[in-house]
């Protein structure tokens, strides 16, 4: 089970704590509730590091309180950035580009946002560091995103032979600018990363995408936090060329939105117990991509209003399959489409996807396994897979120690009797808070 795995050093004071399993029970009516989710990872971390980087202060607000949130904070402290954290409120002291400590250890636990954006503001800067992430952050990929930060001017070094992969030694002078060519299809990441350094490099930076990029939305999201902070970017349509000025970053005041992908869960929940759920602070209109989950259960035979205030899924008596449906634009959110997919009336093909087998875990596997040991059908590509209709006959599962792993799985949980799931602590990489959000619905589950 992954406890034994659980990589407990990359939990921090902001996890759920002391807690082995976490024990779901069957909904005895559908859950009917209105609630608010917290604040976004992908824009919490975009605008500490941007505000880190920035001429003046930025003052934060609706800050995720998780353990992404937090290691990025540690790492830019030890960097010698001041931060003042004060309930989900954070002042952020920027360096003006310039990391006031210019040496030492820099811990990115288990956030693949804060291991690509900073390795790569770092770049941009003046120093030498040693930059190591957690367990598996270590073995995530960071070849592509390396590759180009050498080609700008950093001397990046692993320190496992063969790998290129964090922990590194960075040694950094700054990024020369210019024209650099970038892949997209293993992590919109990397070209996410290089855009957030990019203000500072001593040129205008041309970045051109030469294939795709999985998952468009967050690159766009990149740009728009750029310019919010002062930035000058322009960019095609397609996003497969980008040019930034070098302008450095202006501090500012910044309310973070709420997290579309943590939402997924709870309207899954509305979808799977016939019940209805209203995330009370999102809109349609954000960039985030998992918000298109909505659209999926629709297709699956939900009602959504995306009208008023917040959006407002509601589960039928039973929902649709007979789907193939392509997941690469908000990849997230598979596994919670297919923790849903033996409950739907037909098979559900799950394409697109390679890329997250080199997520928190490999999640297409994680998926098979999850659902053979349940007794579900299911068929295991390259980049996706096929879910049967079934009976999942409840058991300990294990969370790989990925927080969308358990999050969905938790979701099973209130339809399926007898569904147990080993360290539940890990979903505090993003949402500490989940499994009392549960509870605030009408979920009912204990934690042991
Ligand atoms: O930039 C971001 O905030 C993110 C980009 C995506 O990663 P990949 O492009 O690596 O799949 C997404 O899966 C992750 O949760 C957040
Ligand atoms: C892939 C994820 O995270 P990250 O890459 O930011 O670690 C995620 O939150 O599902």
């Given at each position: 089970?992954?406890?034994?795995?659980?990589?407990?050093?990359?939990?921090?004071?902001?996890?759920?704590?002391?807690?082995?399993?976490?024990?779901?029970?069957?909904?005895?009516?559908?859950?009917?509730?209105?609630?608010?989710?917290?604040?976004?990872?992908?824009?919490?971390?975009?605008?500490?590091?941007?505000?880190?980087?920035?001429?003046?202060?930025?003052?934060?607000?609706?800050?995720?309180?998780?353990?992404?949130?937090?290691?990025?904070?540690?790492?830019?402290?030890?960097?010698?950035?001041?931060?003042?954290?004060?309930?989900?409120?954070?002042?952020?002291?920027?360096?003006?580009?310039?990391?006031?400590?210019?040496?030492?250890?820099?811990?990115?636990?288990?956030?693949?946002?804060?291991?690509?954006?900073?390795?790569?503001?770092?770049?941009?800067?003046?120093?030498?560091?040693?930059?190591?992430?957690?367990?598996?952050?270590?073995?995530?990929p960071m070849g592509v995103l390396f590759n180009t930060l050498r080609d700008l001017g950093a001397t990046i070094e692993p320190l496992t032979k063969g790998q290129d992969t964090l922990p590194v030694q960075l040694i950094a002078n700054g990024l020369?600018g210019g024209r650099v060519q970038m892949s997209g299809s293993v992590s919109s990441q990397f070209i996410s990363g290089v855009l957030i350094a990019a203000p500072y490099a001593k040129a205008p930076l041309t970045v051109e995408i030469t294939d795709?990029?999985?998952?468009?939305?967050?690159?766009?999201?990149?740009?728009?936090?750029?310019?919010?902070?002062?930035?000058?970017?322009?960019?095609?349509?397609?996003?497969?060329?980008?040019?930034?000025?070098?302008?450095?970053?202006?501090?500012?005041?910044?309310?973070?939105?709420?997290?579309?992908?943590?939402?997924?869960?709870?309207?899954?929940?509305?979808?799977?117990?016939?019940?209805?759920?209203?995330?009370?602070?999102?809109?349609?209109?954000?960039?985030?991509?998992?918000?298109?989950?909505?659209?999926?259960?629709?297709?699956?035979?939900?009602?959504?209003?995306?009208?008023?205030?917040?959006?407002?899924?509601?589960?039928?008596?039973?929902?649709?399959?007979?789907?193939?449906?392509?997941?690469?634009?908000?990849?997230?959110?598979?596994?919670?489409?297919?923790?849903?997919?033996?409950?739907?009336?037909?098979?559900?093909?799950?394409?697109?996807?390679?890329?997250?087998?080199?997520?928190?875990?490999?999640?297409?596997?994680?998926?098979?396994?999850?659902?053979?040991?349940?007794?579900?059908?299911?068929?295991?590509?390259?980049?996706?897979?096929?879910?049967?209709?079934?009976?999942?006959?409840?058991?300990?599962?294990?969370?790989?120690?990925?927080?969308?792993?358990?999050?969905?799985?938790?979701?099973?949980?209130?339809?399926?009797?007898?569904?147990?799931?080993?360290?539940?602590?890990?979903?505090?990489?993003?949402?500490?808070?989940?499994?009392?959000?549960?509870?605030?619905?009408?979920?009912?589950?204990?934690?042991a």
């Open positions: 089970m992954s406890s034994n795995h659980a990589d407990l050093q990359a939990r921090s004071p902001w996890a759920l704590q002391d807690v082995t399993r976490a024990s779901m029970f069957p909904a005895t009516r559908p859950i009917d509730a209105d609630l608010v989710v917290p604040g976004s990872k992908s824009f919490t971390n975009r605008a500490l590091i941007v505000a880190a980087l920035a001429r003046g202060t930025s003052r934060l607000s609706g800050l995720l309180r998780s353990d992404d949130a937090y290691w990025c904070i540690e790492a830019l402290r030890s960097l010698g950035v001041k931060v003042d954290v004060a309930e989900d409120e954070v002042t952020v002291h920027g360096i003006a580009g310039s990391w006031p400590n210019a040496n030492g250890r820099i811990y990115t636990g288990a956030g693949g946002t804060t291991a690509r954006f900073l390795t790569s503001a770092l770049a941009a800067g003046t120093g030498e560091w040693y930059v190591e992430g957690s367990k598996r952050m270590n073995e995530r020369r795709t990029i999985v998952q468009h939305a967050y690159v766009h999201i990149t740009l728009d936090m750029m310019r919010a902070f002062g930035s000058e970017v322009v960019a095609n349509a397609h996003l497969s060329e980008m040019t930034v000025s070098p302008t450095g970053y202006q501090g500012r005041d910044y309310e973070i939105e709420a997290d579309a992908s943590t939402a997924c869960y709870f309207w899954a929940i509305a979808a799977l117990t016939g019940g209805r759920v209203r995330v009370k602070n999102l809109s349609y209109d954000t960039r985030q991509p998992d918000v298109h989950f909505v659209d999926v259960l629709k297709d699956m035979g939900c009602a959504v209003d995306i009208g008023g205030q917040g959006i407002e899924v509601r589960g039928p008596a039973r929902l649709r399959g007979g789907l193939t449906i392509s997941m690469k634009e908000m990849s997230d959110q598979a596994l919670t489409l297919a923790f849903l997919a033996p409950f739907a009336d037909g098979p559900i093909a799950i394409t697109d996807v390679e890329h997250i087998r080199h997520h928190e875990s490999d999640r297409l596997a994680a998926i098979c396994e999850t659902l053979s040991r349940l007794g579900i059908e299911v068929e295991e590509r390259r980049d996706g897979v096929t879910i049967h209709p079934g009976t999942p006959s409840g058991t300990l599962l294990s969370s790989y120690d990925d927080h969308r792993v358990a999050m969905a799985q938790a979701i099973m949980g209130t339809r399926v009797q007898g569904i147990d799931i080993d360290d539940p602590g890990c979903v505090s990489k993003t949402c500490p808070m989940f499994f009392d959000k549960l509870k605030e619905i009408g979920v009912n589950v204990t934690l």
